[in-house]
Nanobody
Framework: VQLQACGGGLVQAGGSLRLSCEAS??????????AGWFRQAPGKEREYVAS???????TYADSVKGRFTVSRDNAKNMMYLQMDSLKPEDTAVYYC????????????????????WGQGTLVTVSS
C-alpha cells in the first residue's frame, strides 16, 4: 500500500482545512484496511488523531473530537480529514496510515507498529 497525503496549509485559528490521503493498493482492496491520521508537532512524538474502519465508522482522539471528521471513499481509494475550528495547537505535520488492524486499535497501538505510512503534509494554524 502506498499512501499520498495532501491538503495542508496555513490557516487562521477558527478556520478549516480538509486533508486527503490517496491509497495505491495492489493485490487487495483499500476497504480491507483500517486507515487513520496521525500528527507530529516540532519536538513532540507522533500522536494519534483519528481513524476510520472499512465501513466508515470514525474513532477520534479526545483533543479533536467534535472538531475533526474522518471519512473514506473505498471506491476511490481515498481517506479524508475535515478539520474545523482549528487551534494553534493543531499545528503539526499530518500523516496518513493504513493497517490490517481495526480503527479502534490504531488509536492505542504504538504508531511505529502500523504497516503503511504516507509522507506528511504540514498544517500551520496561526493565532
Amino acid at each position: 500500500v502506498q499512501l499520498q497525503a495532501c491538503g495542508g496549509g496555513l490557516v487562521q485559528a477558527g478556520g478549516s482545512l480538509r486533508l486527503s490521503c490517496e491509497a495505491s493498493v495492489s493485490g487487495r482492496t483499500f476497504s480491507q484496511y483500517a486507515a487513520g491520521w496521525f500528527r507530529q508537532a516540532p519536538g513532540k512524538e507522533r500522536e494519534y488523531v483519528a481513524s476510520v474502519s472499512w465501513l466508515g465508522g470514525g474513532t477520534y482522539a479526545d483533543s479533536v473530537k467534535g472538531r475533526f471528521t474522518v471519512s473514506r471513499d473505498n471506491a476511490k481509494n481515498m481517506m479524508y480529514l475535515q478539520m474545523d475550528s482549528l487551534k494553534p495547537e493543531d499545528t503539526a505535520v499530518y500523516y496518513c496510515a493504513a493497517d490490517g488492524t481495526t480503527a479502534q486499535a490504531m488509536a492505542v497501538v504504538p504508531p511505529q507498529t502500523l504497516s503503511y505510512w504516507g509522507q506528511g503534509t504540514l498544517v500551520t494554524v496561526s493565532s
